[in-house]
């Protein structure tokens, strides 16, 4: 029963976070820019943020659900914001001339960010509520410890995830010159404040 639930939340986690979205992109840009390091460390702040809400969906937090769902409004807004400034960051951007030095400094930042633009992106809740409802997780006949182990399931599926397309576009990077660095920033710039507008386009419909 453990191993069936984890397998379970491995193919969650991986179905969540494989669809290309903004921290799919922002993933890319920052391995072909920083490295596989720093592109590994922002997938897994998005990784994160799916084991919180897988938390909260396994274990039938439904007042906490309630609550962010409520505040949808604000977290589209504060969201999109976020992926625009982000987005005009990137492509503003200059290729760092001490690749190791950024790198060492950042890696924190680009945890952060991309946890709080997937912890502030309400479908996530609200695919994790709509999976874990159709395989009856979160109800009172689910034990704890197979909430835990689903939940455990969906980090790792994420973590597998982010580290598979980090490695894979690190590949490339050697062939990235400076030139090309500047495109990928403002390439990537652009593609992350079209998600940003979509946010907000998503708030009037």
Do not use: C, H
């Not at 439904?62 to 990137?90: D, N, R």
């Not at 951007?93 to 924190?108: C, D, N, Q, R, T």
């Not at 997780?137 to 580290?163: D, K």
């Amino acid at each position: 029963m453990t191993t069936e639930y984890l397998l379970k939340g491995l193919l969650i986690g991986l179905s969540v976070a494989a669809p290309v979205g903004p921290i799919g992109v922002l993933t890319i840009k920052r391995t072909l820019t920083e490295g596989r390091t720093s592109g590994f460390v922002t997938g897994m702040g998005a990784a994160l943020a799916d084991t919180v809400y897988g938390i909260i969906a396994g274990f039938g937090l439904t007042a906490v659900s309630s609550l962010l769902l409520t505040y949808e409004f604000w977290m589209k807004l504060i969201g999109g914001l976020f992926l625009i400034y982000l987005g005009i960051k990137s492509f503003r951007s200059i290729p760092p001339s001490e690749k190791a030095a950024v790198i060492s400094k950042g890696l924190f930042s680009n945890f952060i960010s991309t946890f709080f633009l997937t912890v502030t992106n309400p479908s996530t809740i609200l695919s994790f509520l709509a999976i874990f409802a159709g395989l009856g997780i979160g109800s009172a006949e689910t034990s704890y410890a197979s909430s835990i182990t689903l939940v455990l399931g969906v980090f790792l599926g994420s973590a597998v995830w982010w580290l598979f397309l980090s490695s894979v576009v690190s590949l490339f990077q050697s062939k990235i010159t400076p030139k090309r660095l500047i495109l990928v920033n403002q390439i990537s710039g652009l593609i992350i404040i079209s998600f940003g507008i979509l946010a907000f386009y998503s708030i009037l419909i």
